[in-house]
């Protein structure tokens, strides 16, 4: 694994780029199309507002009662304005639909030479899985200009994986596979959020996506993301950060979704059955791989499980890194 801003590839000076009033800045070749949907979509609402509200408007002077001798008109019907106001709204709509359709299938179906990337969703946490076993939690780093499609499922419950700058949005269900896919244009680091409500940590469920050069992107993935020349304890800290343990363990004993990780070695820690358990090494590491196993009281079981994910020497730093917080 890779220590944050050390081993991931520089990407650009700037980490967000500002848009319009209406709109972040478009940076995927996906999001011309849907700029285009929400333009048309917005000026036909204008054009339909300013028309109806402009005739209501007007006929409220032009038909106002002015004296006690004005009458209401005997006109109450007429099968040309009826039929014109259902039939050319359908054909409107009918037209809005072909054209949010398109936008649609072109964000469905991924060119053929897509470089693939699995996607993880669980409360609260993305990871990411390349094809050559590299795994990078909270940063998803792609090459510039080559078509990337996302494999995506959730261990829990259902998720949503939305990128505001490339215009692209789906659900991530757990026991079953949705996909989409981009095209990055520009260099630069973009936010990924979880627009599905999907707990207590659901407005911490963030993630960066990086958009490197080609070659940057290779070295990067040929090297595994991992650095692995530092202490322990140092490495340990820079996977605490990683994987957003933070998120759910605090530093300075405070209370959050998990216990706090202050002075935790070589504790004595009461679980929900009841039994008295000393958080040496071993009872860290099953807490870590296997966390359901052993439960702290007053908590619920819903941290992730890392046996298949974290290696024997990343589960030794992140024990070094937790046996210094004093």
């Not at 339909?48 to 009458?71: C, Q």
């Not at 964000?107 to 990411?128: K, N």
């Not at 996506?209 to 595994?224: C, D, H, T």
Request: hydrophobic share 40%.
């Amino acid at each position: 694994m890779i220590a944050p801003d050390t081993a991931a590839p520089v990407a650009s000076q700037e980490p967000i780029h500002q848009g319009s009033f209406w709109l972040p800045k478009a940076v995927s070749t996906l999001a011309p199309g849907v700029d285009n949907a929400w333009n048309i979509v917005m000026w036909v609402c204008v054009f339909f507002f300013v028309l109806v509200i402009g005739t209501m408007l007007y006929f409220m002077w032009k038909y106002k009662r002015r004296s006690e001798n004005d009458v209401t008109s005997n006109i109450d019907h007429s099968a040309r304005l009826e039929i014109a106001w259902t039939l050319l709204p359908l054909i409107i709509v009918m037209a809005l639909f072909f054209v949010g359709l398109t936008g649609f299938m072109n964000s469905a179906v991924a060119p053929s030479d897509s470089f693939e990337i699995q996607v993880t969703g669980e409360r609260w946490l993305w990871t990411f899985i390349y094809p050559n076993g590299t795994i990078s939690p909270t940063k998803l780093i792609v090459p510039k200009g080559k078509p990337v499609r996302m494999v995506m499922s959730s261990k829990d419950v259902i998720h949503s994986f939305f990128v505001p700058e490339f215009r692209i949005k789906r659900d991530v269900i757990p026991g079953q596979y949705t996909s989409i896919w981009f095209e990055a244009t520009e260099a630069g680091k973009y936010t990924l959020e979880c627009t599905e409500y999907c707990g207590q940590g659901h407005s911490d469920m963030l993630a960066t996506v990086e958009v490197v050069e080609p070659e940057a992107f290779k070295q990067w993935l040929e090297s595994g993301g991992e650095d692995k020349n530092m202490p322990p304890a140092k490495r340990g800290e820079g996977l605490f950060a990683k994987w957003q343990c933070g998120t759910c363990h605090s530093l300075d004993g405070s209370r959050k979704v998990g216990p706090s990780l202050k002075g935790l070695f070589n504790r004595d820690e009461t679980m929900n059955d009841g039994k008295v358990v000393k958080a040496d090494e071993n009872y860290l590491r099953e807490s870590i791989l296997v966390s359901n196993a052993k439960v702290v009281k007053g908590y619920e079981p819903v941290m992730p499980l890392f046996k298949d994910t974290l290696k024997d020497d990343q589960v030794d730093a992140l024990i070094a890194y937790i046996k210094e917080q004093k």
